[in-house]
């Protein structure tokens, strides 16, 4: 292939094509010529010679570009002849060889030892038949030529097919289809017909037998006879002429030929003597000029950093000259040792040198050994591994914990210089979440050192203890004694509990109390977590890391001692993970109440607020990060902690409702986001009050029953009594609302009552007569349509118990008022009892056994009215209000119907 | 270059006979390769092929050089059954192998078993260069071929004389003997003919 495109100096050549083989047929081994185009430009250009797919390089003999003689391989079938040249590539070819197996036949001479046992048994077991021996060197009994352009079978296939027959004639276990599958395959039908007839007419020509043979080869016979007969004349005429019988002038002979034999060979035996002392002497030489090579020869194996290779040439020189007496060598092997010496420490420093590979390391250590260095390489490399480990471990720490310091500086000063680098609590948040922690940062890079470096140390320590370091060496039984093992085993543990303890102290530092001083300081004191939201986000992470973490090194199938402490430190982790994530959702869900935004949504006839939907996400959030494990403790705590997080959205609810306008000032200066909140929002206290008893209510009806599901289904334990506590904190809540908003909304209307029950002056006893139903009455029913318009228009659910509530307070006020009356004249009595029975009439919708018998009481006091006039005159006015009054008091009557 | 569409180059299957040593292999190589090879070793059974230009059309041309010796005699059945056209050569410096001639000229018209002797064949006497050795006259092959009804064409392996020719004498006779033939089978099974040939196309 040309490498420059272009270029006229090498112009790519065409592939190679072979267009024509002699011959084209032929048993393995047979000399081919193949003739063609492009089939190399010189002997070294033709890199490829296929026959039928069996490489014939090495027999080939390049002649000309296009003429290259081969000898074929063992193949049998039609193939094709792929020539490969380096200047044309991979060729094609025209033609094709045919490839055959012969069987020496028994009157043919062969070359070869053949094995007769096939077919001279099978000859001899049919020696009845006529048929002549001849029949078995025809190959191709058909007659036909095997002009078939390839084979859908391959000569595998068939092997498979066939297992029992054979494609050979004169075999016991001939089988006729197999062979016509061979060697006939894409033959016609007529063909073969063709063939049957021939093979008919050859077998007619046989069956004249043995005859017709001795016939066609009737000299050949006539030639073993007259040999025979001369042989034997031959042997009789020496029988009778010699003195001596026959087999001792054999001896003779042979005797003689020995002894011409052995002159004739004497010479060359010499030289072969000759030959080899010259060669002994050589190697003599050889071995003294490698030792004096020796030391310049290591010097730059040692350089190339071919230790193997100065291994053994120092054991050769050990083995050859280590007992001399000659002063030379004495002198030189004494310069190698030296060397050696100097190789030796040169390998300890090499070895101590970290990091570096595990096979690095355990070449070097087989290379020691074999050095046959004093003390224990192995041991010390690994003493020293351990003290690298522990070293980065510690250095990873102060490093991480001076980045810390480093940042916390430059915060603190951010803060107090510049003022509004971090107004925004937004953005602090955001860059906290994009910038990890400088734990988390911390954690990832002992995990990462502990992830690369501590599997080498383990195995080369298990390699270690189970003496595979020294199989190479093998020359000394360095059997290791258990106490290393042991003191091997306590270093990884160290390393372990070291990485645990590191670890712990950044993330867990409170289980680390029970330590002595002076060895707690060794772990480093991180920073208390102020900023609770930036480090618990990145807590799932940590945990994921750790035990990714405790899984590889579980499957390095570490001993038990040194796992438990990474084990550990993953289910503290994931505990604390768990705790602090459920911290971090109760204290989101406490500062809910900032995001409150008072728009209501109506939701199955109460109102709520976007808030309750809030909550659950949060709740839910969490729940999807955290997956519950089996520790009973954990869980115990697990499921107190969420009654705590289900709990603490009433806390929220509670704080919105009540400190709002204490705190409302405060929130909007320091957090900007409420600031989208205006005042002019805000609704008033009432308002808030509905809306967060329906939000309560919703909460406690709809939502904490479907996150107790979602719960249950993570696997929390306890759920029940988790929502019993939780509902329970919810009714009190509610009970609180309501109370609070019932105060709020009755104590006006009920003081009003006084005012006007009194207004004018009015006295029960001095009245001179009814008046009709004052003003106060319509006042105070106008009134509770009102409230009622308030809570109707945010939760009408609540209307019934909510007026119930007032009516009640109203009831109760009337009948204090009533009872406090010093008597009554007939007039004021009348009047008393209209004005009574109006507002109960009005508010009987919202009645209950309380207002009932508050009114019950009230009219108790006010002396009867027994005249018919008055009577009369009671129901008229009552009438008469009910329908100047019909509209307001509709308005009750169908939302009592309403809210049925 | 090459066109592996439906169009199919024409191959044309020459078989070489005759007796040892005539120069049955000289003239292929001559043929094939322009090269003359001096040093004589017995062919057993060769195959050539490569394309050539008859008349304008790209045409294949294998050629199956085949022993002369007589060891060999019993294995020419096969060969000559699947040869389309035949080169019989013979020596003008020796005689046996003009006579031998005949003998193959029999057994190719056996095989082929063709009763109105239309086989493509010329009868070729090889080593023409060797004038002052002839041995058969150009009169006596001359009436051999009359009597055979084929052409008969004196060659030079050596000096490249007419070697070209045979081939594509032989080459021409064959494909105008196909066209023959074609014609014969359409007439015989013309449906059948265009069904299969279609066949090809999808193929």
Known sequence: ISDQPNGKVRMKREPPKVTGLSPKEGPPGCKVTIRGENLGINAKDLIGVSICGVNCLLSSDWISPSKVICRTGPVKGKGDVILTTKSGGVGTCTVTFTGYFVSTGPLQGSAIWVDESTTVDGRLAAVHRTSSPTFLEDDNPLGLADDGSGSQLTLADLQEMFSQGSTNLVSEDFDAVRFLLETHQTSSFEDLKAGCQYLKRTSAQRSEGPLAFMKANVSAFMDCQQSLTAMHDKFLKDDVEGENSICESLENTLEKCNHKAGKLFEDVLNRKDKADSTRNALNVLNRFKFLFNLPINMERNIQKGDYEIVVTDYERAKSLFADTEVEVFKKVYKEVESRIDGLRKQLLEELMILPSTLDQQKDLIRCLTSLVSSGDPAWDCLLNQHKWLMGLLSQCKEDNLQLEKEDGDKNWEGITKQGRVKTSHHSSFDSDKFNPPHKVTFLEDLVEIVEEDLPDFWKLGSAYCKGELYTTGGKKDRSVDAKKENLFKKKLTEICRQFAYLVRAAFLPQTLVKLPHDERKKFGVWKEDNKQDSGSAWLPHCVRIVRSLYSLLASLELPAVSLEYIQNLTLAMRSHCMMSLFQQAIQDIKALHHRELWCIQLEENSGITTLPLLFENIVMETLQLLKLFKDVAVQKQASRLSAEMLKSFATCLDELTFKTDVEADHHMDSVGYIESVSTDNLPSMEERLVIVLGNCNYVANQVIPRLKEHFVRHGYPDMKRVEKSVQLAYSELDDKLFEAYTEQKSDPVVGLLEQGMYAGYLDWKTLDRPVGVRSYVKEAICNLISIHAEVYAISPAFISRMMTKVVESLAEEVCRLISCAEGFNNAGAIQARLELLALKDSLLSYGNAASNSSFKEAFNFIPSVNSARDKKYLEEELNTFKSNMRLQLMCFNSDAFDSV | ?203
């Open chain 2, 1 to 203: 270059m090459s066109k592996p569409k439906t169009q199919v180059i024409p191959l044309h299957k020459v078989i070489m006979v005759g007796s040892g040593g005539v120069g049955k292999s000289a003239l292929t190589l001559q043929f094939m390769y322009d090269e003359f090879v001096e040093d004589y070793e017995p062919t057993k059974a060769d195959s050539y092929r490569k394309k050539v230009i008859l008349d304008g059309d790209e045409v294949k041309i294998d050629i199956l050089d085949t022993a002369g010796q007589e060891d060999y005699a019993a294995i020419r059945d096969n060969y000559f059954r699947s040869g389309e056209g035949f080169l019989c050569v013979f020596s003008i410096t020796e005689q046996e192998s003009f006579q031998a001639s005949s003998e193959f000229r029999e057994q190719i018209l056996r095989v082929k078993n063709d009763k109105n002797d239309r086989i493509p064949f010329v009868l070729v006497g090889n080593k023409s260069d060797l004038e002052e050795r002839r041995q058969v006259s150009i009169e006596e092959a001359q009436a051999k071929a009359a009597d055979w009804n084929v052409t008969y064409v004196e060659t030079s392996a050596k000096t490249r004389a007419n070697v070209d020719k045979v081939f594509f004498d032989l080459m021409r006779e064959i494909r105008n003997h196909k066209a023959e033939d074609g014609q014969k089978q359409k007439q015989k099974t013309g449906k059948k003919q265009g069904g299969k040939k279609k066949k090809c196309v999808i193929l």
